[in-house]
């Protein structure tokens, strides 16, 4: 969408409104900050089009940053998974940086702290400091350690940072206020002792800074102007801004937070933990199994970074929480695919048929369009010969007159070729068609412009040539949760919900022009769905994964039940 197509979002009219308060342009500066705790998601994908989005239109730049706080969680192969996904969705970062990368800095602003009175080590268990917090109506206790000496308290937090101490022995906690009405203010937990390997700082540390400390700071170092981030922080509001007043030089830029409602879409879950938890118990393959709400699950898909910006777009940017509906995504990915995507022919549940009528050994090959929707995607030649494969699905002995399809005495039209008429079929034992024996008119042709080519028939169907067809791994997905919101009930967990039916792979029989596909590929199977080839094909062996239906199979079946 252009930059004026839409009215501007609630977070613009906020920045917009700074800049007539004394903020000027060269003031602005975004980031999207993960955590690499695992692979970036679909509502990261509004977060990060919301922050990069806002970086081209005031040409201003946009940090990747790291929250890479917590080291039991996170690792190195997470931070590519994700630079990867952003430079995939289109974006460019100004600079990479690394909340770890402030550790020091950090530390020593905690030290200013304790000099200042303002924060001290606790040397209660966590069930201890849980239990003093009080709550939301009621105020908090004091911990007995609350008024340690400076003195106490700098060699104790020394300590901490040397290695002196167990997991767990002391923490390092903010001194504000055990009554306030924010729970959050009451003396917050600004380091914990972790002993355990950083993916970047290595055992250069022992103690970890909590996230509400780390992340305005962070946001201070690098002078972010406008700090976005999701509605549940609203409440830690206060607090980022007391952490920031206690370091904020009156020259320099401070940061503002805003908050934006988190995005969820129906029929999955959107959290990395959850989503681990389906890598881990096998339910999925990998992080970016086709099935995955992950954007390298949907790449892997065949969706397009174009189909999921304008996905996000369209659904913007909003102040409330809300569900938005999957079919949403799958009608901005087929609006894409349909305009580049070449159409082919594929047969995935074949039935053969013999047009007895034509020659045996014969073959023609025929012209097919590439792209209706394109006239620059021209033309290809496609196999016909005497045996030919349908889908079971267009034949049938008998039916009613709105049954387009072929059935006995009835004709249909060969996408790109002849109009075939069904005279005969034979089964066996069990009462399976096994093959339909046709006829084809000779002057029916498609495009040599004869009135019989011309000649109108209600059924068109996409078919194969046997001897000329080669073979794929086709791999249809369904959805991966049978629920609207599978994280949205009291008394199931969202594993209840998973669709054990969400994979099927098949033998699928594809026109020989597929034959040189490359990996990521898309095309139109017609009249099947949108087709991607999958990173585990090769030159022996492709693999299609289906991208989408053509049509919201979905919708209809709701409707219906
Ligand atoms: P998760 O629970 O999936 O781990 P998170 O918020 O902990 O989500 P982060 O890595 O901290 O994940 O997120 C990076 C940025 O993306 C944050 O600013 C966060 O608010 C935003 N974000 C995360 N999930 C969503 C979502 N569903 N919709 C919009 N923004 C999101
Ligand atoms: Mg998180």
């Not at 003396?187 to 305005?216: E, F, Q, S």
């Amino acid at each position: 969408m252009s930059k004026e197509a839409r009215s501007l979002n609630f977070i613009e009219h906020i920045v917009e409104e700074d800049l007539t308060m004394g903020y000027t342009q060269k003031d602005l500066r975004f980031r999207f900050p993960p955590e690499p705790n695992g692979y970036l998601h679909i509502g990261h994908a509004s977060s990060i089009c919301l922050n990069f989005g806002l970086g081209l239109r005031y040409n201003a730049p946009v940090n990747l940053r790291f929250d890479d706080t917590n080291p039991a969680k996170e690792e190195k192969e997470y931070v590519e998974a994700i630079k990867k996904d952003v430079k995939w969705l289109g974006f460019e970062w100004d600079t990479e940086c690394y909340a770890s990368d402030y550790f020091q800095q950090l530390y020593d602003w905690a030290t200013l702290l304790i000099k200042e009175g303002k924060a001290y080590v606790d040397s209660q268990s966590s069930e201890d400091i849980a239990n003093q917090k009080g709550t939301p109506t009621e105020p908090g206790s004091e911990s007995p350690y609350r008024n340690r000496s400076v003195d106490e308290n700098l060699s104790l937090f020394k300590g901490m940072k040397e290695g002196e101490f167990k997991d767990g022995e002391h923490v390092l906690r903010a001194k504000i206020d055990m009554s306030s009405s924010n729970m959050l203010m009451r003396d917050p937990v600004m380091y914990r002792i972790l002993h355990k390997a950083h993916h970047r700082t290595n055992t250069d540390w022992c103690i970890y800074p909590m996230y509400d400390w780390t992340h305005g700071e962070s946001d201070y170092i690098e002078q972010v102007s406008h700090s976005l981030c999701t509605l549940e922080f609203l409440p830690h509001r206060e607090l980022y801004d007391w952490f920031l007043d206690q370091v904020v030089s009156s020259n320099k830029l401070r940061p503002k937070q805003r908050e934006f409602a988190r995005r969820n879409l129906s029929h999955t879950v959107v959290s990395k933990r959850k989503l681990l938890q389906l890598v881990e118990t096998g339910v999925v393959e990998s992080w970016d199994d086709p099935r995955m709400p992950t954007i390298s699950g949907f790449r892997r898909r065949g969706f397009t970074p174009e189909s999921i910006k304008n996905f996000v777009d369209t659904i913007g940017i909003a102040k409330r929480e809300n569900v938005v509906d999957v079919s949403l995504l799958d009608f901005h990915v087929r609006e894409h695919l349909n305009k580049i995507a070449p159409r082919v022919m594929a047969v995935l549940n074949p039935l053969k048929l013999v047009l007895t009528n034509y020659d045996e050994g014969k073959e023609e090959w025929l012209n097919a369009e590439n792209n209706p929707e394109d006239s620059s995607a021209g033309s290809r030649k496609v196999p016909f010969s005497r045996e030919l494969y349908i889908e079971q699905e267009d034949f049938r002995e008998e039916a009613n007159r709105k049954f387009f399809r072929l059935k006995l005495g009835g004709e249909v039209r060969l996408k790109n070729g002849y109009i075939i008429k069904a005279e005969s079929c034979t089964k066996d034992d069990e009462g399976n068609i096994t093959e339909v024996q046709c006829t084809y008119d000779p002057k029916s042709k498609s495009g040599s412009g004869t009135e019989e080519s011309l000649r109108k028939v209600k059924g068109t169907l996409h078919w194969v040539s046997i001897p000329h067809a080669i073979t794929a791994e086709v791999r249809l997905y369904d959805r991966l949760f049978n629920d609207p919101t599978p994280d949205g009930h009291k008394d199931k967990d969202f594993m209840d919900f998973v669709n054990q039916d969400s994979l099927k792979k098949v033998i699928g029989y594809l026109e020989p022009s597929l034959k040189d596909s490359q990996i990521g590929d898309k095309v139109q199977f017609q009249r099947l769905g949108y087709f991607n080839v999958d990173q585990d094909s090769t030159p022996e062996k492709l693999v299609f994964n289906r991208t989408v239906t053509l049509r919201d199979t979905w919708a209809k079946l709701e409707q219906k039940s």
